[in-house]
């Protein structure tokens, strides 16, 4: 999701989630994938894809309360399905907005990194400025 066109909608009161909130969604915070960007160059036993993700993939309906709640709003709404393939055709809309993809990042852990944020809670109070960590 694109923290630019939500931010905004949320810091209003007026974010939630999409469709009926149950797509996982696999994120990371920014200082993790540089992080890890880091480990993977210095490590040279690791090689070939790596999924950059953090172990706790999140659902839209965990995701949307959890800004929600780091931001202090409400979180009521909610956009139906067939609105967002109406605004976006059906392609478009599945395959970007409505896909779900519950991605865990087992080689990382299996090699030890270390993720600073393994919860979305934190990353978003971190990015938003909430705390300090």
Do not use: C
Request: glycine letters at 10%; proline letters at 5%.
């Amino acid at each position: 999701m694109n923290k630019s066109k939500i931010l905004p909608l949320f810091k209003v009161g007026l974010g939630g989630r999409i469709g009926n909130g149950n797509e996982h969604m696999s994120w990371i915070g920014l200082d993790d994938l540089l992080g890890l960007i880091l480990y993977i160059i210095v490590d040279e036993s690791i090689s070939g894809p790596i999924n950059a993700v953090s172990p706790s993939p999140i659902t839209n309906a965990d995701f949307t309360t959890t800004l929600g709640k780091v931001l202090s709003r409400p979180t009521m709404f909610s956009i139906p399905k067939s609105i967002i393939k109406s605004v976006l055709g059906e392609e478009l809309a599945e395959s970007a907005i409505l896909s779900s993809t519950r991605v865990i990042p087992k080689r990382l852990i299996k090699v030890g990194y270390q993720f600073r944020f393994s919860y979305l809670e934190s990353v978003l109070e971190h990015t938003l400025g909430k705390s300090i960590s």
